[in-house]
């Protein structure tokens, strides 16, 4: 979606907000918290006055600010991987996400060696937590689940009320297989929001067809593998469904079927149909790797009931403590404009 496109979207937001009440739930930020820190982590080479890399730390805050600014929320969720939490996909599929980056430093300028930079991200994601404390959101992690499957689940449920209106902040593609119309993925990469029809325009697919569309492609960053000869191009050809009807894997087998003699590819996606239908539950959102008991545990934790509070002086504390200097500019009026809102409910 184009930014003057939002930004029309938004104004309508201000203009009904003369006339209605708001509640916590009218307007939800959920975050994708490791994967806007890393993004930040490798961008940003600041360091303190003590030579301590911050640039994560302070990136992610920054950020933060601009996501309020822009997409004036009335709840905020940042999430995070629990300890462990690829280990159900991991059950699926070993190969799921093992060995990321396993040898490569992000910033060779600020470490010497992988064990060092490995350090300041631990270091910084737990101060980070600290900080986030002390803001008027809700961070949200869970032991053995992963972020994606937490953001699934309470976008969902948020996504159930008409009324309510939610934005997922992450890199991550998988999360365009859950946009609609009050659900909008923004990608900071593209700095590009995904409303509908901007999914249909991008990747010619419909929101709902996108899990069939990355079952087929796989995911080179997870190490899922897709379908040997069938490429972004190739798919359209083979499934021009993808953009015109909702399809589901009971529908994608019998396409193939009817087609196993005119190419190659529809006979190995029926001779791989094992391995395919593994991939679609690793990425399929709509159904997170949740039990009944965390999903109850995340449910319970959303409630909109808690009085949440700005704790100004304990976060000028932390800042102080860690040298970020002037990582933010005049931190008591960046605090007051940036969380007056969420403050409110």
Not at 106 to 125: H, Y
Request: proline share 3%; with cysteine.
């Amino acid at each position: 979606m184009e930014k003057n496109e939002l930004l029309k979207i938004l104004d309508n937001v201000s203009e009904e907000e003369k006339t209605s009440t708001f509640t916590k739930e009218s307007r939800i930020l959920i975050i994708d918290g490791l994967n806007l820190f890393f993004r930040n982590f490798a961008v940003i080479n600041l360091v303190n006055e003590s030579g301590t890399h911050i640039g994560g730390l302070s990136g992610f805050l920054r950020s933060l600010g601009f996501l309020i600014k822009n997409i004036k929320p009335t709840s905020v969720y940042v999430v995070f991987d629990g300890a462990g939490g690829a280990t159900s996909r991991q059950n699926l599929i070993p190969e799921y996400k093992t060995n990321r980056n396993i040898n490569r430093i992000t910033n060779w300028e600020i470490f010497d060696n992988l064990e060092e930079e490995d350090q300041a991200k631990v270091d910084q994601i737990t101060r980070l937590i600290h900080y986030l404390r002390c803001l008027p959101l809700q961070v949200l992690l869970l032991d053995k689940v992963e972020a994606d499957d937490i953001i699934a689940y309470i976008s969902n449920k948020f996504s159930e009320s008409p009324d309510s209106q939610t934005f997922i902040v992450s890199a991550d593609k998988d999360f365009i297989q859950l946009v609609k119309p009050n659900l909008i993925v923004y990608r900071p990469m593209e700095k590009r929001y995904y409303f509908p029809k901007d999914v249909k325009n991008k990747f010619n697919v419909l929101p709902e067809n996108f899990i069939i569309y990355k079952t087929l492609l796989g995911d080179a960053s997870d190490k899922i593998s897709g379908v040997k000869g069938l490429g972004e191009k190739g798919i359209h050809k083979k499934f021009p469904e993808l953009s015109t009807i909702p399809i589901s894997m009971d529908d994608l087998f019998e396409i193939c079927e009817n087609k196993i003699k005119d190419h190659v590819v529809y006979s190995r996606i029926i001779h791989e149909w094992d391995r395919l239908e593994k991939n679609y539950m690793v990425m399929d959102l709509q159904n997170p790797l949740l039990s009944n008991k965390e999903k109850q545990l995340l449910t319970e934790s959303t409630k909109q009931d808690t009085k949440l509070t700005l704790k100004m002086d304990e976060f000028q504390k932390l800042y102080r403590e860690d040298g970020l200097n002037h990582a933010i500019r005049d931190v008591p009026s960046w605090l007051r404009e940036t969380f007056k809102v969420l403050n409110s409910f």
